[in-house]
């Protein structure tokens, strides 16, 4: 292993274990922020991940994020435990819990909530992500979809179940706009198995729980280890059994500028949401929810800048 993280092995590309870092997120939760980062800021067009918890949260609020927005962009939410309802700007009202999906598609613009109800499961553990939308998609009317069922299959002690995208023979209902892979992959204590990879995707794995041997490298909570490009196959390997985390996709090759809760593709349309935002236009009302909406933070004095899905500034 280099000095930089990365690891090499014969006839394969290089691996990167990236150390993720802890951001508060409203009053009662603190994440562990995986994407963006600044040695891999995009993992095909997943473009932000937060792992959250397990937290206990008996006899407190648990997740209490007030309404927001968000334009050019989809969330994933992804619970192992707890609960989460969401509401937004279309009107959509709807809780999920463990092995469902939440996916919102902001397209130009939509607002929304993420609470725990009151009467919540005693942990919070999952993961919050986000999609960038390609040019042709993230002008359009956004939408909301929740899937209960996803497609999963069971095969030597591993179970796999497909969020977006494909893997294998499991396609997910979900509608996504460039080509994507969100996967989760339970591993029973001693499964091994040999990953099948598309040659064209880039991909990246985290672990929710338990610990991993992945071509060599241990992976375990906390972390995100990016497998590179052109790869065909990743040996995975558990002896105490682990929950990990598959992403990836196509690499994403426009320019992207990310501040707040907007993905965009200059200054000038950030600077133009977060004035819209203010003013109560385009991103609609979020209706039920017990509380105010964030305030946009201030926005630095320099302009943004527009950067590649390497971090270089255009």
Known sequence: ???????TLAGLPASV????????????????????QRPRR????WCFVDQFGPDDVVNRP???????????LQTVTWLVAGEVLHRDSLGSLQTIRPGQLNLMTSGHGIAHSEESPERHPPLMHGLQLWVALPEEARHQPARFEHHAQLPSADLAGVTTTV???????????????????????LLEPGARLSLALRKNFEYGLLALDGAADVGG???????????????????????RGARLFLLGGEPFEEPLVMWWNFVARSDEEIRQAREEWTAGDRFGVVRGYAGEALP??????TKLKVRDRHGNTL
């Open 62 to 72: 648990g997740m209490q994020v007030p309404p927001h927005p968000h334009t050019g």
């Open 296 to 301: 946009a933070p201030a926005l630095p004095t």
């Open 17 to 36: 274990l990236l150390p993720g870092h802890d951001v508060p997120l409203g009053r009662y939760t603190t994440v562990r922020r995986l994407l963006p």
């Open 163 to 185: 969020l977006v995208g494909e893997l294998g023979d499991l396609t997910s209902p979900a509608r996504v706009h460039t080509p994507l892979i969100g996967a989760e992959l």
């Open 1 to 7: 292993m280099s000095t930089d993280g990365a690891v």
């Open 217 to 239: 490298t241990e992976l375990t909570p906390g972390g995100l280890l990016y497998l590179g490009e052109e790869r065909t196959t990743a040996t995975i390997a558990s002896d």
């Open 42 to 45: 995009m993992i095909g067009a």
